[in-house]
């Protein structure tokens, strides 16, 4: 999908936005990297608080509405007629003055007036008498779209846009996973949720074109491109959103879902098995949520056994370790405990399903033909699962359950810059690549970009901003190479700069340089952890090489190296379980850096820290936490020597910076054997 110029069936096709300054230079390349979207438009912005003008442009009132005001003109002179103008640091601006400002802006053309909480000040209550005052004392305010831009330095961003919204904005920015500058933007997720949920009967009637189904796989995905960990507790998103701990909550769950769960996850996108009800057993638990679980597990016990199995202590029976016990001993208790608790002559479940054949294959998956008598009828079922899972792939059939999930139906007005027909409809526009990516230490490529882009536009955003294009080629790449094929479609001679654009987006992809073919690792109490890995190289041939290390991670990093040596530092190691129990599968998030002879190479802008040494992430899920722990690593440098041999070819900048790396890289080359990452860099640069 060539996101910004395919329409979907239904028409929609999101307004692609670049950011600019007031400055002229800024105007023009923002221009020019979204003209060839359908729908383009430029978002032009100067600070408007007292604190601002006098300190950072150290400009007049006067000369900061005649900057604002020419850069409007300057964009429709240049064709632009989907123009968004933003008082910075309004939250702390006087209003007299953003109703002169914004006055002047909407004469000059703008259509979208965003009020950004720069630094989110604003209480909630405030922030929507602001709107309201804007909307009242704005002349020609009724004729443009009042949007909100909420920081969330007091933790009030989500609260501020809906009360920004209720006061008649008509536009919300937001980003997925609410990441961005110092604690982040109003999170997309929370804000387009709210108004699903209470648009009708709080917010009188207000509604949005997003496709909720979609929300939870783009907020994966942007936690796994740009390193950001979503907190467990997070609204809607994060990993216990809808999972339930303790025992009334359980019991109320599994009684109804509506008593502690005012959204199903299904409605965002994630699965949940119908008789899980999300229900996390562990030591708050109760009776009910144990007996549901046995049942699935296909247990059917009377008051009083279950009683046993609950606290054999409280019954008197005595016999072995009763559910609260081993809750109380051990987090998060899952099935093979469970089974492990029933092994025992009296509680043997009911044949429901009876193993009839059992062959594990080569690739560790394991096949069970399985017969079971339902309703006096026989049915038989195949069932797989990864080994050693069988007895997980035994209860796969009974537990397993289809998940439909309903688009619903989307209320969208046709897009007029300046005009919405709906009066209750909120744009939604998405600033996660740009805003979001101004969160220090998250990094995303052009690709991955891409492919959020993407997603947004599944999503059903009605604006994506898409990078601040004067800030650096890879910006100004990130936000038109939306359009390329149209641009090449429409365009008839294409410059050396269109080629070269294109050439770094080819090489920009994560392509895989090196790959991960085998690991084994000897670790323990005894010796030193030493890991040994089978590696394709670049030339395509399997090598092998061996690592000591501190730690099984360690050795098998320092494996790693002595095949791909390219010299970096592991800057972060994070690992989670993505699902519970001993076979939970473990995923990994790595962020590296140049290091070494390399250290010079790598150096980008950052708005809120000036130059910095890019960071590069990798992510890698598998059952065995060192596997993960490889493909992360390995991921990572993929994605710094892709990166570092497009700097080579496009930005002259960045190949000074990287010269002493492409050096060492050289000198690396020439003593050994395996192609080194330089050899890499000359011949995929070619
Ligand atoms: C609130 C926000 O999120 S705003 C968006 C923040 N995003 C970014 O900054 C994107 C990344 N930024 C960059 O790559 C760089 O800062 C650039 C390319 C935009 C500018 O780089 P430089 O020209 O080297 O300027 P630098 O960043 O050092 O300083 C900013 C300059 O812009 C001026 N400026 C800041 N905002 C504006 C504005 N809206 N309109 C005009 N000038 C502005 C500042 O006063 C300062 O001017 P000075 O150099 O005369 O003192
Ligand atoms: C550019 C503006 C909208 C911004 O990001 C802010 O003020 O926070």
Request: some cysteine.
């Given at each position: 999908m060539e996101v910004g110029n395919d329409v979907q069936p239904d028409g929609y096709v999101p307004v692609i936005c670049g950011l600019s300054r007031t400055k002229l230079q800024d105007l023009e390349r923002a221009w020019d990297a979204v003209r060839h979207a359908k729908r383009p438009r430029v978002h032009t912005f100067i600070a408007t608080s007292e604190i601002h003008m006098k300190y950072k442009l150290r400009m007049t009132e006067d000369e900061v509405v005649e900057n604002?005001?020419?850069?409007?003109?300057?964009?429709?002179?240049?064709?632009?007629?989907?123009?968004?103008?933003?008082?910075?640091?309004?939250?702390?601006?006087?209003p007299k003055f953003l109703y002169r400002i914004l006055g002047e802006v909407i004469k000059a053309g703008a259509t979208t007036l965003n009020i950004p909480d720069t630094t989110g000040w604003c209480l909630p209550h405030e922030f929507g008498e602001l709107i309201a005052a804007i909307k009242k004392n704005t002349p020609g305010a009724d004729n443009v779209i009042?949007?909100?831009?909420?920081?969330?330095?007091?933790?009030?961003?989500?609260?501020?846009?809906?009360?920004?919204?209720q006061a008649g904005a008509r536009q919300i920015e937001c980003t997925i996973n609410g990441i961005g500058e110092r604690a982040g933007n109003a999170s997309l997720e929370e804000v387009v949720m709210a108004i699903k949920l209470r648009g009708n009967d709080v917010m009188k009637g207000l509604h949005t074109?997003?496709?909720?189904?979609?929300?939870?796989?783009?907020?994966?995905?942007?936690?796994?491109?740009s390193g950001m960990v979503v907190q467990p507790h997070k609204a809607i998103v994060g990993a216990n959103a809808f999972a339930h701990e303790s025992g009334i909550h359980q019991d109320g769950m599994l009684k109804n879902r509506e008593t502690y769960e005012i959204m199903s996850p299904e409605s965002i996108g994630l699965p949940r098995q119908e008789q899980d009800r999300g229900i996390v057993l562990g030591k708050h638990s109760g009776r009910n949520a144990l007996n549901s679980r046995l049942r699935t597990l296909g247990y059917e016990l009377s008051q009083s056994e279950l009683d046993d199995v609950f606290n054999p202590g409280l019954t008197g029976s005595g016999q072995g370790l009763g559910f609260k016990a081993l809750a109380d001993k051990k987090k998060g208790i899952t099935d093979e405990d469970i089974l492990a608790l029933m092994n025992d002559e009296l509680h043997q479940p009911k044949v429901i399903w009876e193993l009839l054949d059992l062959q594990p294959d080569k690739e560790r998956q394991a096949r069970v033909d399985i017969m079971a008598t339902v309703g006096g009828m026989?049915?038989?079922?195949?069932?797989?699962?990864?080994?050693?899972?069988?007895?997980r792939a035994l209860l796969l059939p009974a537990g397993r359950t289809r998940v439909v999930m309903r688009v619903g139906e989307i209320r969208?007005?046709?897009?007029?810059?300046?005009?919405?027909?709906?009066p209750n409809y909120v744009r939604i526009f998405d600033t996660t690549l740009r805003d979001g990516e101004q969160s220090p230490g998250a990094t995303l490529t052009s690709k991955e970009k891409l492919d959020i882009a993407r997603q947004l536009a599944k999503l059903g955003v009605d604006i994506i901003e898409a990078g601040f294009p004067v800030a650096s080629p890879d910006d100004f790449e990130a936000v038109s190479r939306r359009r390329f094929k149209a641009l090449a479609d429409k365009k008839k001679g294409i410059t050396d700069e269109d080629i070269l654009a294109l050439m770094s987006d080819e090489l920009h992809q994560p392509k895989v340089i090196w790959e991960l073919l085998d690991l084994q690792v000897v670790c323990g109490t005894m010796g030193m952890p030493t890991a040994t890995v089978q590696m394709k190289g670049p030339?395509?041939?399997?090598?092998?090489?061996?690592?000591?290390?501190?730690?099984?991670?360690?050795?098998?990093?320092?494996?790693?190296?002595?095949?791909?040596?390219?010299?970096?530092?592991?800057?972060?190691?994070?690992?989670s379980s993505v699902t519970q129990g001993i076979e939970a599968l473990a995923h990994t998030r790595v962020m590296i850096r140049p290091s070494g002879k390399m250290s010079d190479a790598g150096y980008s802008e950052h708005a809120a820290l000036g130059t910095v040494q890019r960071q590069f992430s990798g992510s890698g899920a598998n059952e065995d936490i060192v596997v993960a722990s490889a493909r992360a690593y390995v991921s990572a440098l993929n994605k710094m020597i892709g990166w570092m041999s497009v700097a080579q070819k496009v930005a002259p900048r960045a190949a000074r910076a990287t010269a002493s790396g492409g050096a060492a890289l050289a000198s690396v080359e020439n003593g050994s054997s395996a192609p080194s990452a330089g050899k890499d860099l000359a011949t995929s640069s070619m």
């Open positions: 604002a005001v020419a850069a409007v003109k300057h964009l429709r002179s240049l064709g632009c007629n989907d123009i968004e103008f933003s008082p910075e640091d309004a939250g702390r601006s006087d009042i949007s909100t831009h909420c920081q969330n330095d007091l933790g009030l961003s989500t609260a501020n846009s809906l009360a920004g919204a074109g997003i496709r909720p189904v979609h929300i939870y796989p783009t907020s994966k995905m942007v936690s796994d491109y026989n049915a038989r079922a195949l069932a797989s699962a990864r080994a050693p899972l069988c007895r969208r007005p046709e897009y007029i810059p300046n005009r919405i027909d709906d030339d395509g041939i399997a090598r092998i090489g061996v690592g000591v290390g501190t730690g099984p991670v360690d050795a098998a990093y320092k494996a790693v190296d002595s095949l791909v040596r390219v010299e970096a530092e592991l800057s972060d190691y994070s690992v």
